[in-house]
């Protein structure tokens, strides 16, 4: 399975404070405007999505200070919630005037914040094993430990379980993990860890900027009642699409942060890690896009 799609152009466009966006596409067919996750991860990373790219116009933009896109005169605008204006400004840009939207991981935040402040200009939303800071909902440590300490039993899990408990206390103490501690927890983040996402896993240090994976979700960048107030008043089709084997969210979370939407969904993809297109290709893309054609 190839991690990168051979056939991509790139464009520029500037957004509302003079920084200048990249951002990628792939394929044919209706758009579909996907965000990276990371937090502050190139878009590189997501490939065509398993093939997504099939039956759909990618449209993977480069979030700000990331991949082609130029690093911000202001750095406090890494802040998630200044980066709605940049979604804004790529539709506008595209000359649509709504989009279907697909976000990963960290970006959930990004798609759920911009969902809140331009209901009429979100056609159907796909979060993608998203974190859900932006409505206050997030797993306890107890109970993420329980979710990957299931996968024990064999290596590499049960080192990459200790190493996970390793950084689990070391956040509770008020301190950071140590390097080797998040390099050795990587395989609970896929279904399995096979050669591609080994690799895969190798380019996230290359493809992130720490400086704004450490800025997007600060101080003052949320305001969840407001953004679930919000969000309820919401039109879009939502799927929320959790992996099985993820605790980020774990498949509960992923139900409670549709149960937000009037006309959202779940589903799980089974053996489904953090990054579900890269554990069953051919299920993922085939159910994105009939949530994407159908709604459902």
Known sequence: ????????????FTTYDGTELAYHVQGEGEPLLCLPGGAMRASAYLGDLGGLSAGRRLILLDLRGTGDSAIPADTSTYRVDHQVADVEALRTHLGLDSVDLLAHSASGNLALLHAAAHPQRVRRLALITPTCWAVDL????????????????????????????????????????????????????????????????????????????????????????????????????????????????????AARLAELFARGVVDVQQGGGHFPWLDDAQWFAARVERFLATGA
Request: glycine fraction near 8%; aromatic fraction near 8%.
């Open 138 to 253: 997030a797993e306890s440590p107890e109970t993420g430990l329980a979710d990957v300490r299931r996968r024990g039993g064999a290596e590499p899990y049960d080192t990459a379980i200790a190493a996970y408990e390793r950084a689990i206390a070391a956040f509770a103490a008020g301190g950071t993990p140590e390097e080797a501690d998040r390099a050795a927890a990587m395989p609970l983040a896929y279904g399995r860890w096979d050669e591609t996402a080994r690799a895969h896993a190798a380019l996230s240090p290359v493809q992130k900027n720490a400086e704004a994976s450490a800025a997007f979700a600060g101080p003052g960048a949320f305001d969840p009642p407001a953004t679930r107030a919000a969000l309820g008043r919401c039109e879009a089709q939502v799927l929320v699409l959790a992996g099985e084997l993820d605790s980020y969210p774990s498949p509960a979370l």
């Open 1 to 12: 399975m190839s991690i990168s799609a051979p056939s991509t152009s790139t464009f520029t």
